[in-house]
């Protein structure tokens, strides 16, 4: 039998391909195949055009590109059937003896898909190594964006989806420095009409797509009421700003 | 007048020189002058170890390097004069139309002294540039160094520095998936009695020095106890695990 493959968790950093890092890059130019997440969302080939900004003209045509199907749904049963079909290809790869970059935007194990499949493949190829290549999460790049600090010395942070619900987020702005509200596209308003509540609306700042060109940034909060807003967005709110 | 010289903040990540990015390469390579802070903490020197491996050979040598003396102390005096002098210091270099990287370990946003740096010298020399280059942080370097997710999906994410009191620590282990302890040395026995407590213990791992020659794993916590551990730890514990 020949040698196994290795699957690499490769983050390309939030967007712009100055942020990603060497030994991503290491590994992107090495691996014969490179596995996405196709999920029908914009980030995922995001991620792909990062990495073809970041490796040399024309290297990643020579590549084999798996584009695994893994759709955005809550029910169980779809779910779990599309990652264990997702991991079952990366698996044939491996038992090819090919080794395999699965690239995520930010970073593998921070709000990825990546870390859903390392579980079914050690069921599947129990044999198999894995790794993983940290990369820069889209939370310090939107920091960068705005120019401050996501936390200093002793102060807390909480990153909570915003689909986490109402109560749950009044708690993290009660209990925390600094909160930052992912996914904000979902419930704007709510959150828009929570912190105006709390005397927090000019505490927040928006940032949609951080580090990528369509960059934007917004500080007056309140005019983003009613707005269909971008899905690669977040909210950070900077209590002692 | 010259043209001012630009400050980057500028992050080499958590600490293996892998995890470098492009944009902090080009800068570091770019700069004349390379500034870090001097705590007598172990960090500051790990930084510029991560640069040394990271530039051409040499390369680092024909650089001007500035030790910026700030010292760990809680004294709001001495601190804002260390700070001042510091980033006058700074001033200085960037009035000579020489461009400054202030590096730091992780990313410069994310507990790192360059955020208080950064609104002095807009105080002493308000006309000058500043620009942020992100990194990789420890937390999910500490993920991959453990091969789990810090956080999936809808989960939420909380890090709290562990002397921010057992009250603030324990609101947010009852609220959030994911709670990453940072200067977990501080305040171990107290957090293992409460994570015993909680019914917690069997969800936490221990993780110092990620990514660094010396990083150390301990997934049984309470073999730490009475024990004392490196400044450069965490405590990662994930509910869902």
């Known amino acids: 039998m020949s040698k196994l493959g290795v699957l690499y968790g490769v983050g390309v950093g939030p967007g712009d391909p100055g942020l990603i890092t060497f030994n991503a890059f290491r590994v992107l130019k090495a691996v014969p195949v490179i596995a996405m997440p196709d999920s029908g969302r914009e980030g995922d ?9 970041a490796l040399d003209e024309g290297l990643l045509d020579k590549k084999e590109i798996l584009k695994l199907y893994l759709p955005m749904t809550k029910e169980a049963g ?19 003896g090919l080794d395999v970059a699965f690239i995520t935007l930010g970073d593998p194990l921070f709000y990825s898909t990546f870390s859903y499949l390392v579980p079914l493949l050690k069921e599947i ?20 964006s705005i120019g401050a600090p996501l936390t200093e010395a002793d102060e807390s942070v909480a990153v909570v989806p915003a689909t986490y619900g109402m109560e749950e987020i009044r708690n993290a702005l009660e209990h925390h420095d600094t909160v930052v ?55 950070i709110i900077r209590k002692g700003a």
């Open 45 to 53: 080939s995001v991620a792909l055009t990062v990495v073809r900004g």
């Open 78 to 96: 779809s779910l779990r059937r599309a990652r264990l079909d997702a991991t079952r290809v990366i698996a044939e790869c491996l038992k090819e």
């Open 125 to 144: 190829l129990p044999e198999a190594g894995v790794a993983t290549v940290s990369g820069v999460t889209s939370i310090t790049a939107a920091s960068a």
């Open 181 to 235: 509200l992912m996914k904000i596209n979902k419930v704007l308003d709510g959150v828009l009409n929570l912190l105006g509540e709390m005397g927090l609306t000019g505490m927040a700042v928006y940032i949609g797509r951080a580090s990528w060109p369509g960059e934007e940034i917004v500080r007056d909060v309140e005019s983003l009421r009613g707005r269909k807003v971008d899905y690669f967005s977040m909210m």
